[in-house]
């Protein structure tokens, strides 16, 4: 079973997508900020991270950039869910490393499609 990383400040948001991933028949683990979603991908490592842009402690721009730079994470795919969702906001997420995009509000089956896309690889 894949096991993905939701990483989310808001509870509502964390909650919903938790429970759409998990539907979906995914092992899903959260972090509500970008510092304890390194710590948890440090000591365990997801098969795939969505994440969140607008955190406390540490945007979800530079957790994609570590994630990314690291060589033991840098495989692991990174769908940056936001409600920042302006062309540039996208252009600059991808620009980061971020394998997908999607903007908030989005259709569960975008997030779920693009989530099962990534992880077949």
């Known amino acids: 079973m894949s096991r993905v990383l939701v990483v989310e400040d808001s509870v509502t948001q964390r909650e919903m997508i938790t429970d759409l991933l998990k539907g979906s028949g995914l092992d899903v683990t959260v972090a509500s900020d970008g510092v304890e979603a390194l710590e948890q991908i440090e000591g365990h490592s997801p098969d795939l991270v969505v994440l969140d ?46 394998d997908a995009y999607i903007a908030k509000p989005f259709q569960p089956t975008e997030l779920v499609g693009t989530v099962k896309q990534l992880l077949r690889g």
């Open 53 to 98: 842009i607008v955190m406390p402690r540490m945007n979800g721009y530079e957790v994609c950039r570590q994630i990314k730079a690291n060589p033991k994470t840098q495989n692991i795919p990174v769908v940056m869910c936001s409600s920042k969702g302006e062309e540039f906001d996208r252009y600059w997420g991808m620009k980061q490393g971020a």
